[in-house]
């Protein structure tokens, strides 16, 4: 019953998909039935029982190690006495050590074989500070386990003396201070028999780790057993390893160092030499002074007179010192000119080439940019090993020479004292290779001869080096687009039915279902490469028409292939028509431009709702609503609802479709000339039209009808909608957990529409008045009356939107798995809140020093300054380097003698992405509008024209295309 309980609750979930599951008993729990099981096992008489019940241990302790001690909370959840968990786990330890002692061969091999993998755990977690079962402080009855073990080694057959002196090491935490298992240790090292001598050189090894005058002794006779000639070598390898384990303080590191030197400098055998290399390159790791001279040491066998086996362990020893970041320092001349030499053998293996290589990348990062003081020449040589390994299909070392290639000219980009012709032309070099390379990987695997996945790993890997040479050289992203559309031009063409078809066509057939499903991988890569790409050249200010234009054109190239699915087909479709995209694009003719993307609109969403897969539909949906494309999301919900048949997804389904109708009505009222072309298209063939492809830049009308009363209607029913969302969610819980993220972020969208809602008209009313007062028009009373109303409301709005504002914040620092997308998306709506606040209360702040007949009073007029300024400290954090000059300027307007540019320590950064930079763009618009305003300020026109920003801002924020998160449509969380 309990067993089915447990299954039941595992795979039950709620609406939100929210998973419970059983509570699990922890180990200390189940102490005592593993201790009864085992009892009854070692028990047994059948043959094989008792050591398959000893070996069951194996990850009951493994698992009890991993666990943390329990505390009283937990003792009183399982009805434990506290320290009962110990008297059973030193039960089974006991009842493992009597096995020990009672069994056979194959009894104590398998003890053995559970203790070992306890020790090799705690390795794992760094031996010192272990705190596994078999702890000092874990096991009360250590004196036990020793006598019993002790027993077997007084007693028992050289394999026995063997497996005991594995045990005493597996014990080393409580038994290092044993005099007597130390000297049986010791004394074994001399032992005429090797697999005993071998078992006393483990345990010699972890009683090393953690003892130093136990190390400090082991020094000298591992030395002794590594200078006899009468010793084998495997034993003097075994004593070789060990000795990179005397390292528990600093001292016997350095004596253990030293003895190492000592004996490789006198021995002439290959395999000790390598043990030993691998052994002191660890204790030079100890010894940070050492490390150069390990270095230079490690180099001296990298010369033609050693064998590529002394020169592989070389090269692995260094690789070593430099990935833990002990060789930084600028001069590795030397090192570099010792790889080099290498790579230029003409009999040396492809393996190692790859090391040296490899090596070589370590070395150049270790050298900071302003110390490559050496020729360039020297690093023109991987260019050679490039094109050479170019011609192996996916050869790692041409990857890895690649990213040598694109590193050594981000670090060498501003120096100004080296070739610049040499600087110049080796990003174009890169580029060249990547192109080249990737047209190389992709050929086998369109013929059927490649792994796929392991493809499309390297393909990232070469799509990341591009991103890394554009960060660092922005003037070369045009380039780079060139060189990714030949790539797209090279896979259409070679997939097609017929390879002489040119890549221009617009249908393109390819061959086979697995080289479609190939190329949609791909180009899904591709599409994360041009967003990342295009967020980069956007924070490094270099996008321009011309790359914007390449971006049209390449993809327009995607959208043409007729066999990509509807998901692909949506992410090249929206990055073509998106808001930034579009507003970098100059079309020679709107008109038939619109035709056009109208008939491509049409089809391609009969093609997503007309298709049998819902899911594929949705997944349009969602990315249509985290793109802002709300007419698309709109009706795609719509169709969705119908088709299934879940409660519970047509809940959700509903509540998104109400949120994008939200937004679409507020996309449609901030363009007027797309909203009838569109809502034309939805009577007639009930589909939505792309929200840009209809776009008036100018939009004339809507700044005469701000304050009409359709625009307040269209805000009114965008607000129920989206509280009607709200409420469709909130009726759908059963648990408080349940969509916690949706709906606070719905809430806080509701309440934004909720202001905006009453924003124009208490903004039309305070214009009226102060028109009135301009003109020396008689105000009455009323009126009066009507704009103090007004002048407080949207002092509220102002104080509402600024809280909304924090609270936007305080929503993307509370849920700990959200993405750097939705973050900056959320980001986006808090900075939209802030300017919007800090335009309204901009507006009439400063109608009491101007309009004296209109009395507002010195508080609220103080009030609201100090709103504005403090509005305007949370944008210097997320604004450009121009606009935070204006704000400066302003803040020195609103308060010249306080410095307000250090913002408050509780203000979160907010990074605002490429396809958020609208909300920017109407930051700036703002507050360098207000600048003007004072540096053109004249007393008469200082209200009219502050409050004529207020509106004009009102209006361009209108503009903005909100996104919704993606982390939104992550229902599921974990329990």
């Known amino acids: 019953m309990n067993l089915y309980l447990q299954l039941v609750l595992r795979t039950n979930s709620t609406v939100a998909g929210r998973r419970e599951s059983a509570m699990e008993s922890t180990c200390a729990a189940r102490a005592m039935e593993w201790s009864i099981q085992l009892e009854m096992g070692l028990r047994s008489t059948i043959p094989g029982v008792p050591v398959k019940a000893i070996l069951e241990m194996e990850s009951c302790l493994g698992q009890w190690t991993r666990e943390p001690e329990s505390g009283i909370a937990p003792y009183a959840m399982f009805g434990l006495v506290p320290g009962e968990d110990r008297v059973f786990a030193n039960a089974i330890l006991l009842r493992l050590a009597d096995a020990f002692r009672r069994g056979d061969i194959e009894t104590k091999l398998s003890v053995v074989k559970v203790f070992l993998s306890e020790q090799k755990h705690c390795d794992k977690k760094n031996n010192k500070q272990c705190k596994g079962l078999l702890s000092e402080g874990r096991v009360a009855n250590h004196l036990e386990l020793l006598k019993r073990v002790n027993s077997v080694f007084d007693n028992g057959d050289s394999k026995s003396k063997a497996l005991a002196l594995v045990l005493f090491g597996c014990w080393a935490d409580f038994a290092k201070d044993n005099a007597r298992i130390r000297y049986l240790i010791l004394s074994s090292l001399v032992s005429p028999h090797d697999f005993e001598v071998r078992a006393s050189l483990y345990a010699t090894g972890c009683f090393c780790e953690i003892s130093d005058d136990f190390a400090s002794i082991s020094v000298e006779m591992l030395f002794n057993i590594m200078n006899s000639s009468s010793v084998s070598l495997p034993v003097k390898l075994i004593a070789a390893r060990v000795l990179a384990k005397c390292k528990s303080s600093y001292s016997v590191a350095h004596k253990a160092y030293k003895t190492g030197m000592e004996l490789v400098l006198n021995s002439s055998d290959e395999d000790f030499l390598v043990a030993m290399l691998f052994s002191l390159s660890k204790l030079a790791c100890i010894l940070i002074p050492f490390t150069s001279y390990q270095v230079d040491f490690l180099f001296s066998f990298l010369n033609r007179e050693r064998t590529s086996h002394v020169q592989e362990t070389a090269l692995r020893c260094l690789h070593f010192l430099f990935r833990r970041g002990l060789c930084e320092h600028p001069d590795n001349s030397s090192l570099i000119r010792g790889l080099f030499s290498i790579m230029e053998e003409p009999e040396i293996s492809f393996a190692m080439q790859y090391k040296a290589l490899r090596l070589f990348h370590k070395a150049l990062l270790s050298i900071p940019p302003s110390s490559l003081h050496m020729e360039l020449c020297q690093f023109v040589k991987p260019l050679t090993v490039v094109e050479n390994a170019s011609q192996y299909l996916a050869s790692r070392k041409s990857c890895l020479a690649i990213r040598i290639l694109a590193d050594l000219c981000c670090r060498t980009k501003d120096r100004t004292d080296i070739d610049n012709v040499f600087c110049s032309s080796l990003p174009l070099h890169v580029i060249s290779l990547i ?541």
């Open 435 to 975: 192109k080249d390379h990737i047209k190389l990987l992709l050929m086998p695997l369109l013929e059927g001869c490649k792994n796929d996945l392991t493809i499309c790993q390297e393909l990232q890997g070469l799509l990341k080096i591009l991103l890394t040479i554009v960060e660092r050289n922005p003037y070369l992203g045009s380039l780079v687009l060139d060189n990714i559309k030949v790539v797209i031009e090279y896979l259409v063409t070679v997939a097609s039915t017929d390879c002489t078809v040119p890549s221009t066509v617009v249908a393109v057939n390819f061959k086979g279902e697995k080289q479609n499903s190939f190329i949609l991988k791909l180009l899904r890569k591709i599409y994360r490469f041009l967003v990342v790409y295009l967020e980069n050249l956007y924070i490094a200010g270099a996008i321009n028409t011309e790359v914007l234009s390449k971006v049209n054109i390449l993809a327009e190239l995607v959208c043409q292939c007729s066999l990509i699915d509807c998901y692909t087909y949506t992410l090249y479709h929206l990055l073509l028509h998106s808001q930034p995209v579009c507003d970098g694009l100059v079309h020679e003719n709107d008109e038939p431009h619109s035709a056009s993307c109208l008939i491509k609109c049409t089809t391609f969403v009969n093609k997503v709702l007309t298709g049998t897969d819902g899911w594929n539909a949705y997944k349009v949906g969602a990315h249509a609503a985290c793109q802002g494309e709300w007419l698309l999301a709109t009706n795609i919900f719509r169709t969705l609802i119908g088709k299934v048949k879940s409660d519970s997804c047509c809940s959700w389904l509903k509540a998104l479709f109400n949120y994008a109708h939200s937004e679409g009505k507020i996309l449609l009222l901030s363009q007027p000339k797309q909203g009838t072309t569109s809502m034309e298209l939805m009577e007639t063939i009930k589909f939505p039209l792309i929200s840009l492809d209809y776009k008036d830049d100018t939009c004339p009308r809507l700044a005469g009808n701000i304050n009409a009363c359709n625009y307040y209607d269209q805000l009114s029913q965008a607000h129920v909608a989206v509280c009607s969302s709200l409420k469709i969610l909130e009726a759908s819980v059963t648990s408080s957990l349940a969509f916690c993220f949706q709906r606070w972020f719905l809430s806080l969208r509701a309440r934004v529409l909720e202001n905006l809602v009453d924003m124009p008209k208490a903004l039309r009313e305070v214009s009226l008045n102060v028109d009135r007062n301009f003109n020396q028009v008689e105000i009455e009373s009323s009126d009066k009356f009507q704009c103090l109303k007004s002048y407080q409301d949207i002092t509220q709005i102002s104080l509402q939107l600024f809280r909304l504002a924090e609270e936007f914040d305080l929503l993307r620092a509370s849920f700990f798995g959200i993405d750097n997308e939705s973050s900056a998306v959320l980001a986006a709506h808090g900075v939209s809140c802030s300017v919007l606040a800090s335009a309204a209360a901009f507006g009439v702040s400063n109608i009491d020093q101007h309009s004296h007949r209109i009395f507002i009073g010195d508080k609220t007029t103080c009030n609201l300054q100090a709103l504005t300024i403090q509005n305007l400290r949370r944008l210097i954090l997320c604004v450009d380097h121009g606009t935070r000059t204006s704000l400066s300027l302003l803040l020195n307007y609103l308060a010249p003698n306080e410095n307000y540019l250090s913002p408050r320590r509780s203000y979160r950064t907010w990074n605002i992405g490429y396809k958020d930079r609208e909300v920017l763009n109407v930051c700036s618009y703002a507050v360098s509008g207000a600048v003007r305003l004072y540096d053109e300020k004249t007393a008469p026109q200082f209200t009219k024209n502050s409050l004529s920003l207020t509106s004009n801002t009102l209006i361009k924020w209108m503009h903005i295309h909100f996104r919704i998160p993606k982390y939104f449509f992550k229902v599921r969380y974990a329990s």
